[in-house]
């Protein structure tokens, strides 16, 4: 459990996730949410076309986007300007407007 947590705090502090959103995140984890979302993307991941190979697998509007083809701050952006254009279904999260101003 130790190591999940130092696994979780190392990604918080990667990605530049606010203090608010990590507790949102590790609230999503603690009462279980976070497993019902996940099989959900799971049932969504085996329907893919083409399947997926690696992970991350990010497809945006239906079409993959090779993370291999992007420097991480561009695909991160390109992620951040996806979920812009559907504000009002997602919720944008600080990293696009703190970090890259989306």
């Keep these: 459990c130790a190591k999940k947590k130092d696994i979780l705090d190392r990604c918080f502090k990667e990605t530049g996730i ?4 990590q507790q949102d995140i590790k609230g999503c ?7 019902t979302v996940q099989r959900q993307l799971q049932r969504i991941t085996a329907m893919l076309d083409p399947p997926h190979k690696y992970v991350p697998w ?4 239906g079409k993959h986007l090779d993370a ?11 992620v951040c300007q ?3 254009v559907k ?9 696009c407007t703190d970090k890259l101003g989306v």
Excluded: C, Y
């Design 18 to 21: 606010t203090e608010d959103d």
């Design 29 to 35: 984890i603690a009462d279980g949410e976070g497993l």
């Design 58 to 61: 990010v497809v945006i509007d």
């Design 68 to 78: 291999g083809d992007l420097s991480k701050a561009k695909w991160v952006k390109a």
């Design 82 to 84: 996806a979920i812009k």
């Design 87 to 95: 504000r009002g279904i997602f919720p944008l999260p600080h990293i």
